[in-house]
């Protein structure tokens, strides 16, 4: 499915965050309203695997939380990343410490699976976007491809496609290690 185009009249993101959700979902982004694409086997696979795996490893000590399909508003944009991973502190709770529904902040890791009919620029900005406004770490997942971009602040991003390489995340869950093949072994039901 091919991501619709964006609207040509700009929009201000509090007319944005008025309007009903898409499905897919759609972003804003300098003004403009971008639908994502509609993700397929291979973008849906990894994304609830890997939303698994951190949530696996990173909740039962409250370090932090992976969450799929997240709308994320922050710097005038509001942003929908594949999984948006948030430390445990930086959750917003409400008094009854229950999740809050509006997240007004950037993820500290912000991961993007790219479909085939996604516009990879579009999302390397939203990535580098997220980093400048105080992101710890970026993922461009290209399941084709089978390679990670990685991009870290104020660092070129990195290529990471070598099987055995293994893959940087966020520091506090700097006890586990993923390797490039292990995370496109999770495409593989055989």
Same mark, same amino acid.
């Given at each position: 499915?091919?991501?619709?185009?964006?609207?040509?009249?700009?929009?201000?993101?509090?007319? @944005?965050?008025?309007?009903?959700?898409?499905?897919?979902?759609?972003?804003?982004?300098?003004?403009?309203?971008?639908?994502?694409?509609?993700?397929?086997?291979?973008?849906?696979?990894? &994304?609830?695997?890997?939303?698994?795996?951190?949530?696996?490893?990173?909740?039962?000590?409250?370090?932090?939380?992976?969450?799929?399909? +997240?709308?994320?508003?922050? /710097?005038?944009?509001?942003?929908?990343?594949?999984?948006?991973? @948030?430390?445990?502190?930086?959750?917003? @709770?409400?008094?009854?410490?229950?999740?809050?529904?509006? @997240?007004?902040?950037?993820?500290?890791?912000?991961?993007?699976? +790219?479909?085939?009919?996604?516009?990879?620029?579009?999302?390397?900005?939203?990535?580098?976007?997220?980093?400048?406004?105080?992101?710890?770490? /970026?993922?461009?997942?290209?399941?084709?491809?089978? +390679?990670?971009?990685?991009?870290?602040?104020? &660092?070129?991003?990195?290529?990471?496609?070598?099987?055995?390489?293994?893959?940087?995340?966020?520091?506090?869950?700097?006890?586990?290690?993923?390797?490039?093949?292990?995370?496109?072994?999770?495409?593989?039901?055989?």
């Amino acid at each position: 499915m091919t991501a619709i185009a964006p609207q040509s009249i700009p929009m201000s993101l509090e007319e @944005f965050l008025q309007r009903s959700e898409t499905k897919p979902p759609s972003e804003l982004i300098n003004g403009r309203i971008y639908q994502k694409a509609m993700p397929q086997g291979k973008h849906s696979t990894l &994304q609830g695997r890997f939303t698994a795996e951190i949530n696996h490893i990173a909740t039962p000590n409250r370090v932090a939380y992976a969450f799929p399909e +997240l709308r994320c508003t922050f /710097g005038n944009r509001s942003l929908v990343p594949d999984i948006a991973v @948030f430390e445990w502190e930086r959750i917003p @709770f409400n008094q009854n410490g229950e999740i809050e529904n509006s @997240f007004i902040t950037y993820p500290d890791w912000t991961i993007e699976i +790219l479909s085939p009919a996604q516009n990879p620029t579009r999302v390397i900005d939203n990535i580098v976007f997220c980093l400048n406004q105080g992101a710890q770490l /970026g993922w461009l997942i290209d399941p084709e491809e089978k +390679l990670v971009l990685v991009f870290q602040p104020n &660092q070129l991003p990195m290529t990471k496609q070598l099987v055995d390489e293994v893959l940087p995340v966020l520091e506090l869950l700097q006890n586990w290690q993923l390797t490039v093949g292990e995370l496109f072994s999770w495409l593989s039901f055989g």
